[in-house]
């Protein structure tokens, strides 16, 4: 599933190709889509991310919202060939820019006000103190409240698995039982686990490609995501994983504590 460094990898890609381009169409390819307001004629004047979400705004005071949810991804091509798994096109005069998502679950809207961002932005308006005014007393599973949307913006499970790796916290600790140092660390972790992923245009172990098609590096730097049975890099202990919510969470227990 992208996450926030392949949507914000997306957006700088989409910023620097489509920002005071007029939109000559849209089409959709697949019926599961359903009730897209017709773009044709808008010129786009900006693109943001909102946690895991593009934004495409338009000078009409339309906003486009596309969630890229398990398999999606977007792809510039400047010919019309349309590509396997393709469900929707957008063009413009120097090409096109496809959703291809081979699950269906991507999700497109126009609307003419901001989609709701649910949780804080970990980049743009998160602070420490109320996150743990909020949220420090719950019995919730670290990992599974880092990667609440409602709660913090844009963390999937493979950075949460960094994340939590780097700040040496076990995943299965309750929230409780943390200290305002330890959550400190957690935080401080996900803004340079991210950055760095960002750095690398993201994560390809399965269907992530940017907007060229091409993979992501990041997946070299992992340290314990898919390394079960590894040796960890830090302590030289062995890469464990469990399930949590029916996902995989990989750690070291004799480092995360």
């Avoid at 010919?79 to 096109?96: D, E, L, V, Y």
């Avoid at 309750?174 to 960002?198: D, N, R, S, Y």
Wanted: proline share 3%.
């Amino acid at each position: 599933m992208p996450e926030l460094p392949e949507v914000e990898t997306l957006c700088r890609q989409l910023k620097k190709k489509i920002c005071g381009k007029k939109i000559l169409s849209a089409e959709v390819f697949d019926n599961k889509l359903t009730n897209i307001k017709d773009v044709k004629g808008r010129k786009v004047v900006a693109v943001e991310r909102k946690g895991k979400m593009i934004a495409i705004f338009l000078h009409d005071g339309n906003i486009i919202f596309i969630h890229l949810r398990m398999t999606g991804r977007l792809l510039w091509q400047k010919i019309f060939a349309r590509p396997k798994h393709s469900r929707w096109k957008m063009s413009f005069a120097a090409g096109n820019i496809f959703l291809v998502d081979p699950r269906r679950f991507a999700t497109i809207k126009v609307l003419k006000k901001k989609e709701n961002d649910t949780g804080r932005e970990i980049f743009r308006d998160f602070d420490l103190k109320n996150f743990i005014s909020a949220h420090g007393n719950r019995k919730t599973k670290v990992k599974t409240l880092i990667m609440d949307q409602s709660v913090v913006n844009g963390i999937g499970n493979i950075y949460a698995c960094e994340i939590l790796h780097e700040a040496r916290i076990h995943p299965e600790r309750a929230a409780a039982t943390l200290k305002e140092a330890e959550w400190g660390k957690i935080f401080h972790q996900a803004k340079e686990v991210l950055k760095k992923a960002i750095g690398k245009r993201g994560t390809s172990i399965s269907d992530w490609r940017d907007l060229y098609g091409r993979k992501g590096e990041n997946q070299y730097e992992l340290k314990v995501y898919g390394q079960e049975g590894k040796h960890c890099p830090v302590c030289g202990g062995t890469v464990r994983r469990i399930k949590q919510g029916g996902r995989s969470t990989f750690y070291c227990p004799d480092c995360q504590k």
